[in-house]
């Protein structure tokens, strides 16, 4: 079956149904919920009950879309009273760490590239591309176990991991963004690459902060009758954010993070529904995207790569995050070796960098997707039979909440 305007609100009202029974029954358990959504769509997918999604331009752009609301959700949940302590770690684990975990998982996977045994051949740059969008802790995740697992976490950890969790998927994107444009235009310039890291993280967070200022003058002195509307101004400060940023060559995510944070420490009218009205919007968008990621892939497609794709995500689980942790936080002699073990995992942001890898549509871009896929489900497993010692072991790979 495939998607049309005369089905598609009775198919997606059917997954939005079946995802949030099972994620209900899967809490219990202690089951990840973005997990199971992520099941649910491989079950309705093309393996499964046939139905048929493959548009990745279109996941892309819905990719894009909901990070924009997970990352301003995310940036409003921070405080800066409590990140003050642990900002240069926390700095330092979403830049310098993302970086080194993209390095090793890279430079592990085009060594594996090179064995006769296995079944891949990714050149070096393709190697660091594939790390790239798996590279990044996640925010939204690390915020739902947290709180609902009501953990006490000494050492200032928790504001530590949400913090590096809420913004570091810049560091991803832009590692993808650079690596991709690479490939395609066959080499870029050293100085190029740095200006363009440069540029974006400049302009990124000065738009962040300026809109974020701006969002909150508008928000108190506007005098709108209806209340409900406010929410609804807010989520348009977060597109536009987003969309302006972008065309100003800055970056469009750490953008919108700092935006939240902003307008998440000042005073607002009518806070309490804002908040309500954007947990909403979060949770759906989280659920639209594990749905399509599950609706894209096909499974039977994945058996060809599944063996180094699980090697894979073990080096990145037990050696490639970890390393970094390690390396990153080695001058901060406050932290516990438990603590800097903590932070390892992957990102659900990831999963708009897989649309964006995708998005290609070539065999080879299938290939690498269903490579990645692999690596990710493997990881969302790892996680989910740690969730409830070390928490923040961050968790289930690419999985927002839990």
């Known amino acids: 079956m495939i998607f049309t305007a005369e089905n598609i609100l009775l198919i997606g009202s059917i997954l939005l149904f079946v995802s949030i029974v ?5 809490y219990r358990f202690g089951v990840p919920a973005l997990l199971l959504f992520l099941l ?29 609301v997970i990352l301003f959700s995310g940036g409003m949940d921070t405080k800066f ?12 684990l979403s830049t310098v760490g993302v970086l080194l975990t993209a390095l090793f998982t890279g430079l592990f996977i085009w060594y594996l590239s090179g064995m006769g045994w296995t079944n891949i051949h990714f050149p070096l740059i393709t190697s660091l591309l594939l790390a790239s969008t798996m590279s990044s802790t996640d925010s939204a995740s690390v915020f739902a176990i947290l709180r609902s697992q009501k953990m006490n976490l000494k050492h200032n950890l928790r504001p530590m991991l949400e913090l590096e969790s809420g913004s570091n998927d810049p560091m991803a994107y832009m590692l993808t963004i650079v690596l991709i444009q690479f490939i395609q235009s066959d080499g870029m310039g050293t100085g190029t690459i740095i200006g363009s890291f440069i540029i974006q993280f400049l302009v990124g967070a000065a738009a962040g902060y300026i809109l974020g ?8 002195k506007i005098n709108i009758d209806n209340q409900s509307l406010y929410p609804i101004l807010l989520l348009s400060f977060v597109f536009f954010t987003f969309a302006i940023t972008d065309l100003l060559r800055g970056n469009g995510y750490l953008a919108v993070y700092i935006a939240g944070m902003m307008v998440g420490n000042h005073k607002i009218t009518f806070r309490k529904e804002i908040a309500t009205f954007m947990d909403g919007l979060t949770w759906l968008f989280q659920i639209i995207m594990f749905l399509m990621l599950g609706l894209l892939v096909n499974p039977h497609e994945m058996l060809e790569v599944a063996v180094v794709a699980l090697l894979i995500g073990v080096f990145m ?10 390396l990153c936080l080695l001058p901060f002699r406050k932290i516990t070796l438990k603590s800097r073990y903590s932070f390892r995992g992957r990102s659900a942001g990831s999963c708009a960098y897989h649309f964006c890898n995708l998005s290609g549509s070539s065999q080879c871009r299938r290939i690498e997707y269903d490579f990645q896929y692999c690596i990710f489900h493997h990881d969302c497993f790892a996680d989910c039979a740690r969730n409830k010692r070390i928490v923040c072991s961050t968790l289930i790979a690419s999985v927002y909440s839990s």
Request: charged fraction near 10%.
């Open 40 to 68: 649910v769509g491989m079950f309705f997918g093309s393996d499964g009950l046939g139905l048929q999604f493959h548009n990745a331009k279109v996941a892309q752009f819905i990719g894009m879309v909901a990070l924009s």
């Open 22 to 26: 099972v994620g209900k029954t899967g």
């Open 213 to 220: 200022k701006l969002a909150i003058l508008i928000l108190n």
């Open 81 to 92: 009273k409590e990140i003050r302590p642990i900002l240069s770690p926390g700095i330092v």
């Open 317 to 326: 689980i037990v050696i490639g995050r970890p390393l970094s942790v390690f």
